[in-house]
């Protein structure tokens, strides 16, 4: 069982453990205890989850994280830099990085009370209850929250802006098309227009129909014949 924050905050402070850099969570839903634990102790780097995250997948990420600084001399490896290789390792393993809570059922959901009532189904193939991803690795440090806000300020800047400038072409695109309606309505029928429709309705000059021509040649045919006899 996780301690709350407040428990850690009093576990680890300066007094209590002077040399301390850096704490890991590895549970499932602690980044806001970890949040909380960094505004009371900011100088500590804390590894947590995003989340819920799967046995394997934690258990995975922490081997990489701690062979990270078994593998290097004491006080050379960072938590940044040993985050990064508990990470990768985590990713090596073939587990993949997201939240499972947007996948899993809801709290009542049928496949939850076949799976209690030990009813046969195929559960690895529904994304419900097998996840495609199985976890978010997060660092909360000052450089790294810092950034990720920042960040995250900046997309949502960049969301309002382009959503501003749809929204200004759009109304005046319909600000265009409403005037050129209105002023097409009071011109009335363009010239182009009604020359148009005179031509469409005027016969064809200086090509003759086919029968036309066919029964002038008939009529000559009959006085030529007609004047012999």
Not at 7 to 33: D, F, W, Y
Not at 149 to 178: D, F, G, I, L
Not at 186 to 214: L, N
């Amino acid at each position: 069982m996780v301690p709350s924050a407040d428990a850690l905050i009093r576990l680890v402070n300066p007094q209590m453990a002077p040399e301390l850099k850096g704490l890991v969570l590895n549970a499932c839903h602690t980044s806001q205890m970890a949040r909380r634990i960094h505004q009371s102790l900011p100088h500590l780097a804390i590894v947590c989850w995003e989340g819920p995250v799967l046995d394997g997948a934690a258990k995975e990420f922490s081997r990489g994280f701690f062979s990270a600084f078994a593998d290097s001399a004491p006080g050379a490896t960072s938590v940044s830099t040993a985050f990064d290789a508990g990470r990768a390792a985590f990713l090596r393993a073939g587990w993949a990085e997201g939240n499972p809570a947007d996948y899993l059922h809801p709290p009542g959901h049928e496949h939850h009370q076949m799976r209690a009532a030990r009813i046969v189904f195929d559960w690895k193939n529904c994304p419900g209850c097998n996840p495609p991803v199985h976890g978010v690795p997060c660092l909360v440090a000052k450089s790294t929250w810092a950034a990720q806000a920042a960040a995250a300020a900046r997309v949502a800047q960049a969301r309002k802006a382009e959503e501003r400038k749809a929204e200004k072409e759009a109304a005046a695109r319909a600000m265009a098309e409403k005037a050129l309606a209105a002023e097409e309505a009071a011109e009335g029928p363009r010239p182009d227009d009604e020359a148009a429709g005179q031509q469409a309705m005027r016969p064809e000059r200086g090509r003759p129909s086919r029968d036309r021509d066919r029964g002038r040649r008939n009529k000559e045919l009959h006085r030529s014949k007609f004047g012999q006899q």
